[in-house]
């Protein structure tokens, strides 16, 4: 593992790869989570036996948050004590959203003591007696051997905990996919998500793609969404065995919705559009070993950056290549990584035991950024992503999305449908609160800025039924005879109580990124906010009549077609041409209906 890993996090991983706690480093099964990171805690002053070193391990200190627990062991607890654990993993299950992770053998200070056989079998039994009292499976991960201090061989054993969460509310997790053209990211979905490899000649992609000049081109023009699951014991449901999406959301305890984006730079907008409004929790950039960081990659990486969506990398189609042009472009990405502007650090994945490590390490810091190169045609190194896609645990706080599900509801409308026998359906993400079948929402704005109200009918996730929608979710609300005319992407939905409010302009803090003269009064630019895609004039660059690249300023924004809902502190991007901007909303001018309708000429 690569030096630069080792020293952020503390030396716990030596250069060369192994783990520095002497011993061997085994990698068991499909799932779970790394010990290996952080800073290391306060040694004590350990006993020194057989004239041993006495350097003791460490990990990070327990945190009372999260879904990490450790223990130094669970041998024969009494009654009492095994209701105060059986909570405490509900506890833990919780903060993870279904997933926990348990260290056997380590201390709450972090130090790695280890347990000896009999006692380390004793535990994983009474841990597996806790995990069926609250409806959940184990999978061993890894088991390290300890010789610090004891001349008897002692273990540490970390363990993935994961359970069904009720009511079908199962974890998921959304992955945007980016890369150039032809980089091979449709491919690659439709060999993880179908479990066959691929032809060479793209056989694997033909059942993503959803429109007639996709399949001729080989290119996609759209945004599309497969689907990957996880059982309780890590193994891969897809739809190898002839599933249906009904069948892999039932089977899965976890699942990883890709979001399959545009590569081809006359689509950038489609793009920008997909990591804008559908709130990806990472993104996975493909980039192809043999042209390595070419046409649109630098631009989706820039947009992956300046929304701060944290990313990985896959480097694919290394059947072709020499294994000096793989190294080559894996360097070259390490550059880029390590540049000013980027700030990250490149960590290759080679085995599963790293796998484990940087799907722990992606979590815990964003400046971290794994590296698999693998092919989709052999399918070299595939599982190496599948472990680190099964392990990888929410990257939202459970406290958070608790407080956006006490607020009103907002669903957030990306993609309208007319379904037969359904009526019109609405695809999109629940912004904040809870939604459900039969509520009674408003819908809006419209193009005078009105708010329409209507009835949800019924709800569906990943293609299967679902009664209650909570904040984060995505989902499609089935809304009867509404009629669709009426509907149109960046709208909302949100709760009578709200009283949304409207406008047509407003003011945004940005950093120009690139413009070839000078952007000034008067410019036209396509705002992107959320689901929000319009174009809008700047009317007022306040405290400068012109800004260059890299400047920065407060510019006042007037949408030209209609007015749209917008709510102070949301993330903005604007293009035109070559011309981009990043930066985020300071205040918006709210307008009633007859004000908007006056205003745009009604």
């Not at 535990?123 to 004891?150: C, F, N, P, Q, W």
Request: charge should be neutral; hydrophobic fraction near 35%; proline fraction near 4%.
């Amino acid at each position: 593992m690569d030096s630069r890993v080792s020293e952020l996090f503390g030396g716990c991983c030596r250069p060369g790869g192994g783990p520095a706690m002497g011993g061997n480093l085994k990698a068991r099964g499909a799932g779970g989570s790394s010990s290996c990171g952080g800073p290391k805690g306060k040694k004590k002053n350990g006993r020194n036996r057989g004239g041993k070193a006495n350097n003791p391990p460490y990990l990070p200190p327990e945190a009372e948050d999260g879904n990490i627990e450790y223990k130094l062991k669970l041998v024969n607890p009494s009654q009492y004590r095994f209701e105060h654990l059986v909570t405490q993993m509900k506890w833990r299950l919780q903060e993870g959203r279904g997933e926990a992770v348990y260290q056997i053998g380590v201390e709450d200070n972090g130090l790695l003591v280890g347990l000896a056989e009999e006692e380390m079998r004793a535990s994983l039994k009474t841990l597996h007696r806790m995990a069926e009292k609250v409806g959940a499976d184990i999978t061993v991960l890894r088991e390290r051997e300890v010789d610090y201090d004891s001349d008897m061989p002692r273990k540490i054993t970390e363990v993935l905990v994961r359970k069904v969460p009720d009511n079908q509310q199962f974890l998921d997790l959304r992955v945007a996919v980016l890369g150039n053209v032809d980089s091979g990211k449709s491919t690659l979905l439709g060999v993880l998500t179908q479990g066959e490899l691929d032809n060479g000649r793209g056989r694997a992609r033909l059942n993503l793609f959803r429109h007639l000049h996709e399949i001729q081109s080989g290119r996609t023009s759209s945004i599309s969404f497969e689907i990957l699951g996880f059982n309780s014991k890590g193994e891969v449901v897809n739809y190898s065995d002839s599933r249906t999406a009904e069948e892999i959301c039932e089977s899965s305890s976890k699942m990883i919705t890709f979001i399959d984006l545009a590569g081809h730079h006359k689509y950038l907008h489609t793009t920008i559009f997909g990591l804008t409004s559908y709130c990806p929790d990472c993104a996975l950039l493909l980039v192809s070993a043999n042209t390595g960081i070419a046409g649109t990659t630098r631009e989706h990486l820039g947009l992956a950056l300046a929304l701060k969506v944290p990313f990985f990398i896959v480097v694919s189609k290394v059947d072709l290549c020499a294994k000096t042009t793989v190294e080559r472009t894996v360097r070259q990405l390490e550059r880029v990584l390590k540049q000013p502007g980027c700030h990250k650090v490149p960590m290759l994945v080679t085995s599963e035991d790293d796998a484990v490590t940087a799907a722990q390490q992606f979590a815990q810091s964003p400046n971290v950024t794994p590296i698999f190169t693998l092919s989709s045609v052999s399918g070299e190194s595939l599982d190496l992503l599948k472990v680190f896609l099964n392990i990888l645990p929410p990257l939202t706080n459970s406290k958070e999305q608790e407080e956006l599900m006490q607020q009103l509801t907002e669903f957030q409308v990306d993609e309208i449908y007319t379904v037969p026998e359904v009526g019109t359906v609405v695809g999109g993400t629940l912004s904040s609160g809870i939604c459900r079948e039969g509520d009674q929402l408003v819908v809006g704005p419209t193009d005078d800025g009105c708010f329409l109200e209507l009835r949800v009918c019924s709800i569906q996730r990943n293609r299967s039924a679902c009664r209650v929608l909570r904040a984060g979710q995505a989902a499609t609300l089935a809304l009867g005879d509404f009629d669709r005319a009426l509907l149109r992407k960046g709208m909302v939905m949100v709760s009578p109580e709200m009283n949304p409010t409207i406008c047509s302009v407003f003011e945004a803090e940005i950093v120009l990124l690139f413009h070839a003269t000078t952007f000034r009064r008067g410019f036209q630019v396509t705002v992107h906010v959320g689901n929000v895609r319009q174009t809008a004039v700047v009317e007022k660059i306040h405290a400068k009549d012109k800004l260059r690249t890299g400047e920065k300023a407060v510019v006042r924004f007037r949408f030209l077609k209609h007015p749209e809902y917008l709510k102070v502190g949301a993330k903005l991007l604007f293009r035109e041409g070559v011309t981009k901007g990043i930066g985020h909303v300071t205040d918006v001018q709210a307008i009633t209906a007859g004000e908007a309708q006056a205003s745009m000429g009604f």
